[in-house]
């Protein structure tokens, strides 16, 4: 999640197995969906967050599923409420995968085939904890070849006026043995310039994303990347010396900025790929014409 000038990071001081994303897997707690190209797993346990992306056939999770805070899915962010995330005050933060104590957030409703899932979900107040009745989060993932596409979705019916905030199009958190972020800067997007690779810090630092995708390799540049449809910035870390560190974590988050008013409702599509950078970014450019033609933004709906 955000830090420290935005927020700070949600699970980066708790302990971690030796590979977050080899984590062991407990089926009870999962549907996965597989195309014979990709396999996609969403933690039941967890608001349907997305826990795992693999090649189909593979025992090799490209995320991190750590704890509710982890995973690829909604936050987001409103005005102070005298919440504490610990020792630190905190504001209004419904999330996805539930708070950060390991309460799960309600999934209202999860129905999936062997290619697409979709879920309902009410989401928790991250550091306040309780079930937020007043939004409501939906999720409709499809695979289609080596992509799998997402379509997120929020809506508030809450009374309160929340400030505008940077908000995280989604929070992605991504197994630590990829501790390489890839991604585009360059002021003419999609024209093929030079990729930028670097190994953030921690806490919190900034990026533009012309392109509107990030992606996280190991050393043999292979990994996972997502895009954005509504993002051109991002914010991202890197916690942990080594994968198998306290608290090792790959992070980032496509940023929008907005305010949550009464009514308020928002919804975008985003993509996650495997592959070297360059075949990400292929792969993104077909795509992003279709993923921006139905994100939406209403104070009404």
């Known amino acids: 999640m955000l830090s420290l000038a935005l927020n700070p990071s949600v699970g980066a001081d708790k302990p971690t197995k030796a590979v977050a994303g080899a984590a062991v897997i407990k089926p009870a707690d999962w549907v996965f969906i597989d195309n014979g190209i990709v396999r996609l797993g969403v933690k039941k346990t967890a608001g349907a967050g997305i826990g795992w992306f693999s090649r189909s056939g593979s025992q090799e999770n490209l995320l991190d599923h750590y704890d509710a805070g982890r995973l690829i899915q909604q936050s987001y962010y409103g005005k102070k409420d005298g919440s504490m995330w610990r020792d630190k005050p905190w504001t209004w933060n419904p999330v996805q995968g539930g708070d950060y104590k390991g309460h799960p957030s309600e999934v209202l409703e999860l129905t999936s085939n062997s290619t697409a899932l979709y879920a309902r979900i009410r989401p928790r107040n991250w550091a306040g904890g309780e079930l937020l009745d007043e939004c409501l989060m939906e999720q409709t993932i499809v695979l289609q070849g080596a992509e799998a596409l997402v379509r997120f979705s929020f809506r508030y019916r809450g009374t309160e006026v929340h400030p505008m905030r940077s908000q995280e199009v989604p929070a992605t958190f991504i197994n630590p043995a990829y501790d390489t972020m890839v991604i585009y800067e360059g002021d003419q997007p999609w024209t093929g310039g030079e990729l930028t690779r670097s190994q ?22 292979i990994g996972v990347g997502v895009y954005s449809s509504v993002a051109k910035d991002l914010t991202c870390y890197r916690a942990g010396k080594s994968p198998q560190a306290k608290g090792a974590c790959s992070y980032v988050a496509p940023l929008v900025k907005f305010a949550i008013t009464p009514g308020f409702y928002f919804e975008y599509k985003m993509a996650i790929a495997l592959g070297t950078p360059e075949e990400m970014r292929v792969a993104f450019s077909k795509l992003r014409e279709v993923l921006s033609s139905e994100s939406k933004k209403a104070a009404t709906e």
Do not use: F, T
């Not at 630092?205 to 995708?213: A, D, Q, Y």
């Open 200 to 221: 953030p810090g921690w806490p919190n630092e900034s990026r533009k994303i012309s392109e509107g995708w990030a992606a996280w390799v190991n050393d043999q540049n």
